[in-house]
Structure formats: C-alpha cells, structure tokens
C-alpha cells in the first residue's frame, strides 16, 4: 500500500476513505489492500474499548495506565515529566494496536466553571503549550501518532457542539490560539482534531481561515485535521475547508453527499483527492511502527504515574499557629485522623470520554498507614452521593479527629458536579463537606485540608486552617503520590496553573459565560485568568504560579541578555534557605515599558525549575523565546514585537515578584500603509511621510507663531499639540488655513510612500493658493 495515492481509487472509494468505519476505526479498501488503523480517546491515558464503543465513557476499555490528567500534570511545570508521560501513553498506544490517541487537549481555562477543565492545562496559553508539545514529543517518538485538541476556542461544555465563541482578533491570536500555535510548529503532531463549536459564527469543521489558512498556510501544519466525534456540520462545505477526515462513521450517508457533490460540480474532486492522501499518509506512518513489544510493564508504568501525582500536589498553605512549626510534613509517629470519602474511595479522574480502566488503583488512606508508625484512624465523614445519615457521620469524624493529634481532611467535588457535557455550577464545595470541617476545626485545630477536584474550588477556611492541600485529580497512583507529599517523601514543588479566585463574581469571564441564543461573547478581551485579576488589581483566594515547598528559596539578582537569535536568555541565582532538598519552579514574566496596544501589568513569558540542595546556590536560566513578546497587530494581521526597553521580573508566582531587570528589545520593523484617514501620528512615523511632514508643518506653524501665541504653542515639538493632533486624519488638514500641505500633495505624498519610492521635493515647495 505505500505507493497507493488517490488517483488509485475510485471516487466512492476516496469519499469513503474520508470518514470513519465504524467508532474508532478508519476505512479499509480491500481492492487494493489498504488496512485500517485505530484511534482512541485519551489523553492521560489508553481508552481502548472492548466491544460495544461509544463516546462518553460508558463502554468498557481495556486495563491502562491513568495518568494524573492535565489539570494535575500541568501544575508540576515539568516538561520533561510531561514528555516521560507521552513516552508511556505511546508505548501502552502501541501495544495496543493504535495509531492515534487522541490528545492532548490545550483549551484555555477561561472560566473555572467549564466542566472540562480537569483535562485542559492552564488559563496560560505559554504553560498550555510547553506541557502539550512534551506529550506530544513523547508519544510521536514511539510511532503513535498525537491528536491535538480541541481546536479551537472551545472553552465551555455547555451547548458546545452549536455555540459560538464570538472574539475579536486579538485575544483569539494572543490567547486561544497560541498553545496550538506553540504545538504544530515545534513538534508537528500527527493530527489536528477541530472542536464542536462555531467561532464567530463559523462551525470549526468547516472554517477555511481556521484549518486552512491559520493551520496550514501559516503555521506549516503537514498532519491530518480529524473532527472532534459528531462535529462536523455540513461534510460537503467541511472537506473543502480542509477537514479531512470525519468521525465516526456516518453509515455511509455523508459519502454519499460527497459523491454526489463531486459529480454535480459543486465540489472540485482535486479537493477530495487531497483528504484521501492525507488519510493515506495518516496510515502509512501508523504501518511503518514496528510491531510492539509487549506485555505492559504495568508496575513500571505505575511508578512513573506516582512520581507524576506527587510532582503534581500544590501545597497552598502550611502554618501551624501554635508556634511550634509547619503542621506539614506530617509527624510519622503522630496519631492521625483521617476523615473524608475520597480517601478511601478516590476520585482519580474525571468522566466522559477520557474516563480511563485502570491497571490498579491506589488510596491515601491504604498508602498513608504504610508510611505512618502511629494510629491512623478513618472515618467518612459524608458519602459521596448525598445519602446516609450525615449526623452520624459527622459525629463518628468529629470523635477520630478529638482523639488525634493531627487531622487530615479530604474533601472535593463529586463526579456528578463535574464533567465532559456540562459545566458546573458554582465554585462551591459542597454544604455538608464545608459543615464537616467546621466542626472537625472545633474539635482539633490541627487539620490539613486534601483537595479532590478537576477544577478549582473556592476556599472560605483558607484562614481558618493550618494546611491546605491542592490535590487536584491525580490518576491511578494519586493516593501514593499524596501519602509522599503529606509524609514528606516528595517535598511538593507543583505550582498553580489558574488563578483561585475568591468569588466566580471576579472572574473574567463572569457575566459572558456561558452565553446566550448561540452567542458566547468574549468580553474580557486579553485579560484571562491572572491577566485579569492583576489589571483589575482584584484579591484572589492564591494567585497563578503559586505553590508553597518544606524548604524556602531565596532568588538574587537577576540578568537578561538578547541572544544572537533575539530571544532573551534571564538567569537569576535561587537559594535554598532551608533544611530539605528541593525544586523551584521560577517564572519570568515580561512586557515593554510602554505599548501601542492594552497590555496585561505581567504575561508570563518563559519558565525553568532548579533542584537546589540546603545551603546551596544554583543559576536558573530561563529563556523567553522572542516570539513570545509579541503581540498580535489588527492593523497588519501578524504578530509584531515592539521595539524598546523591556521588564523583565523574575517570580515565584505572578504576585511574588523576587528579581527585576530591564532590557532593550530591537522591534519589527512595521510601515502601515497610508491613507487619508491615517492620523497625523501614523503620517509622521512613516519612514517617507514623516520627515517631509514635519518639516513642512513646523515652519507654517512657526511663521503662525509669530502673530498669535495660540497658534505658537501648536509647533510640533510642543506636547499639547502632540497630543491634540495625533489622531487628527491627514487629509482633514488640507482645508485648515495657514496648512503647508493641499490635498492633492497629500494624496500624491501617500501614493508614493504607500509605493516605496521618494516624493518629489518639487511637489513640496510651496502649499497652493487655496486647497483642492
């Protein structure tokens, strides 16, 4: 089959090559012996189903690996863990017989409340796209094709498969289509998978200027573009928009449609030709993997997702207000209560399709007496359903934690509160979970809080409790990754990747989530997640970036430099102040001094960890690639990094700025095109316009000067005229007396600048008697 192209193929044939076989399956064509090759859902781990298939994790899969999802992964900061990972998901693809999983998935957090956020990284599109094109790295390198996901701007559950994410320019380029940017032109995934829900109206299945001229012209994307399952719209209008490959199968039905639109000549068939080649470059690749070596090393595997849970933990609050220390790591000979469902029966993952069988299945309660030497008590404390007798349970939990020394409190969301098909409600743990640790507080003071969810809750006892525990959902290993941290086998080093907020009144998207009739508008524009809250100078619960370590971390002076290839390279020394090795995570953010455009106070532009003993002193060196300065300019539609003095601090979370240092950054050269309606300001930046210009204003306007002092204080190195005319359109000028310029020279001088060439000096010489 390597030769075969699609010229090979019958029209039907190629029609039919263009969409699924069945649920995970593309078509195979016995005629010329052309296999099929299978794709399953992930993306933190194998969803491969056994017999009956569907969609929404109902089926059952075979036994794999559940890695941390990214909601947990992501707040490690660890490309490296990240790309180990994809190593694992391709290797346990490939045993399998898969081709393509499909992941990762990079949609922004642009509201704590979607429903999906558990399987998204972050509300930073740079953080978003470093994690994803580990993955993505990891599982190509071991002949398993990648699916990134879900392109594009697909942000909310609610009504997703019609809704429209209505966003200007902009925040579309800068925010939501950065990760995906970052992803295809480093690491080349094997596919695209484009979202359910319109964009500006247009469905993204059949969007040109989003699969074509966005994926492929400009960003170089060679792979395949696959609908997201039951996202295509209209297949006819799709195709040619350069979706190539829909799934699953229609039974026949849209092959049909492309058939027949081939035939009547509403469809070009070079434009099915090239679909079909993709899918049988797609097959090619999948064949030339060398047959697997199997079984799974199930216990290997196991040990990689621990490491990755407890690299994963953010340690938010550690005070114990007696005075005699960190309430954390816990004492192992200390007596311990452990209270709460979710440490007996863990929430590891969150549902739908990305809802994974695991190999085994750790509890924190099982894994923390293995590590503990003194009593470890449990009681429930609440069930997870609701139901039960929630007097009793609180009473039998309030009795263990008076009886303990230390109580250790598990709370989360349930999985009916969150998941893929719906957002949730509130940012509210549950009332009765919330009344539990009132009366466990009153009974012990004492208490660590252990976090259970795929997205961020908010945290009314932040100040009540001595420690707090981010927990996330953290995969099949989640329970030993969480005894380690809380015993202190791991010293935490995770960070946050979204902001806490205090209330889902501060968010940004709060009052344009999830929209309304079809329309969702992204009103808060640029200003996502942090952005927002600092722009706004908004308290939040914890800010994006932090996380809390055993040891301390004291940062020196920074120092940035511009490489030879215009990237910034900012090292900065990081000290470990305490007793404990550990891993900083040191983030850089920065942005020029002054802007053309609305900027955010600090975006984050590059981050690095260091592994610091006790005592001693390591550089961190982080590099922020130049591209990442730039900002996306409406008025040229491309990226454009400015030229000038750039700060650069240097954080251990984005309100915990250690280091600052300023650097000079030589901008793109930008020249707009002129017109009449160009402002003075444009007319006199232009490399040809400006000097002749100014030259000429400034003497008419001095030889005003001479007879009225108003008109003196209008000479173009004045600022109150600077200021005054600088939005004044050029044109309008010509018919203000006194005005060097007429109409027709201004026209002329546009035309020949807007050209290239040099105008006339002739043209110049003197304003004619009246304008034209």
Not at 75 to 87: K, N
Not at 219 to 235: H, I, K, P, Q, T
Not at 387 to 412: K, P
Not at 618 to 623: F, G, K
Request: glycine share 10%; proline share 6%.
């Amino acid at each position: 089959m390597t030769d075969i192209t699609a010229s090979d193929l019958t029209l039907e044939e190629k029609a039919s090559l263009t969409s699924g076989a069945d649920f995970w399956t593309t078509t195979a064509i016995d005629r010329v012996a052309l296999p099929s090759v299978m794709m399953t859902d992930g993306p933190h781990g194998l969803r491969k189903q056994q017999g009956a298939t569907d969609h929404l994790g109902l089926a059952q899969s075979v036994p794999a690996t559940c890695f941390p999802p990214a909601v947990g992964l992501g707040s490690s900061w660890d490309a490296a863990l990240a790309e180990r990972i994809g190593v694992a998901l391709g290797v346990e693809s490939a045993i399998e017989d898969v081709a393509v999983i499909l992941g990762p998935g990079v949609n922004i957090k642009r509201s704590p409340l979607c429903g999906r956020n558990f399987e998204y990284v972050s509300e930073d599109p740079l953080v978003s796209g470093v994690i994803g094109a580990a993955l993505v790295r990891g599982i190509q390198s071991q002949g398993v094709g990648s699916s990134l996901k879900h392109f594009a701007a697909n942000n909310q559950e609610f009504d997703r498969m019609r809704a429209s994410s209505d966003i200007d320019p902009r925040p579309l380029r800068e925010i939501y289509l950065r990760a995906f940017q970052r992803i295809v032109t480093d690491e080349q995934p094997w596919t695209v998978m484009c979202s359910y829900n319109r964009i500006n109206g247009v469905y993204a299945s059949e969007d040109p200027w989003l699969l074509t001229q966005v994926l492929r012209d400009e960003w170089g994307f060679a792979g395949l573009v696959v609908s997201d399952w039951g996202a295509v719209n209209d297949r006819v209008v799709g195709l040619p928009a350069g979706l190539d490959l829909e799934m699953p199968s229609s039974g026949g039905r849209t092959d049909a449609q492309l058939v027949a639109a081939v035939r009547g000549g509403t469809l070009p068939e070079e434009k099915l030709d090239l679909a079909a080649d993709r899918v049988l470059e797609l097959v090619r690749r999948a064949r030339r993997r060398p047959a697997a070596a199997g079984p799974l090393d199930v216990d290997a595997h196991h040990a990689l997702a621990r490491e990755a849970a407890a690299r994963s933990i953010v340690l938010l609050r550690n005070d114990d207000r007696s005075g005699a220390g960190a309430l954390l790591p816990l004492d192992r000979g200390a007596a311990i209560a452990v209270i709460g469902e979710f440490a007996r029966t863990p929430r590891y993952q969150g549902a739908g399709s990305s809802l994974i069988n695991p190999t085994r299945l750790d509890t924190a309660l099982e894994e923390m007496r293995l590590l503990a030497d003194g009593d470890v008590a449990f009681a429930p404390g609440f069930t997870l359903d609701g139901t039960g007798d929630v007097e009793a349970l609180r009473a039998e939990a309030v009795a263990a934690a008076a009886a303990a020394e230390v109580a250790v409190v598990f709370l989360g969301l349930p999985a009916a509160q969150e998941s893929e098909g719906f957002d949730r409600e509130s940012l509210d743990l549950p009332e009765a979970q919330l009344a539990l640790l009132a009366a466990v507080r009153e009974a012990n003071p004492n208490v660590v809080v252990v976090l259970s969810n795929g997205g961020v809750v908010a945290l009314p006892f932040r100040d009540e409790v001595p420690a707090i525990v981010e927990a996330w959902l953290l995969g099949q290993a989640g329970g030993g990754g969480t005894a380690d941290v809380l015993f202190g086998v791991v010293n935490p080093s995770a960070k946050l990747t979204e902001t806490i907020p205090l209330r889902i009144e501060d968010t940004p998207a709060f009052g344009n989530f999830p929209g309304e009739f079809g329309h969702v508008r992204y009103g808060e524009g640029i200003l996502v997640g942090y952005r927002w809250y600092d722009a706004r100078a908004l308290e939040v619960a914890y800010p994006f970036g932090h996380g809390l370590s055993y040891t301390t971390f004291a940062y020196g002076d920074a120092v940035a430099a511009v490489t030879d290839a215009g990237d910034v390279e900012v090292r900065v020394p990081v000290t470990n102040t305490g007793t404990v090795a550990g891993r900083e995570v040191v983030q850089v953010y920065a942005g020029p001094l002054r802007s053309v455009v609305q900027r955010a106070p600090r975006e984050l532009r590059g981050f690095a960890a260091v592994e610091v003993a006790p005592g001693q002193t390591r550089d961190a060196v982080v590099t922020v690639r130049r591209d990442d300065l730039a900002y996306w300019d409406v008025r040229v539609d491309r990226f454009v990094v400015e030229g000038g003095a750039y700060r650069v601090e240097v954080a251990a979370s984005s309100r915990d700025v250690r280091a600052e240092t300023v650097v000079e950054i030589a901008g793109d050269e930008l020249v707009l095109p002129l017109t009449m309606n160009s402002s003075v300001a444009d007319v006199f930046a232009h490399p040809v316009t400006g000097p002749v210009v100014q030259q000429l204003m400034a003497g008419a306007l001095a030889g005003l000067g001479g007879a009225d002092s108003s008109a003196a204080s209008m000479l173009p190195d004045d600022d109150a005229l600077q200021k005054m005319m600088a939005s004044f359109p050029i044109g309008r000028l010509a018919g203000f007396p006194g005005m060097p310029l007429g109409y027709d020279q201004i026209e002329e001088l546009i035309r020949t600048a807007n050209a290239g060439g040099a105008p006339d000096p002739e043209l110049f010489a003197a304003r004619p008697a009246t304008a034209s």
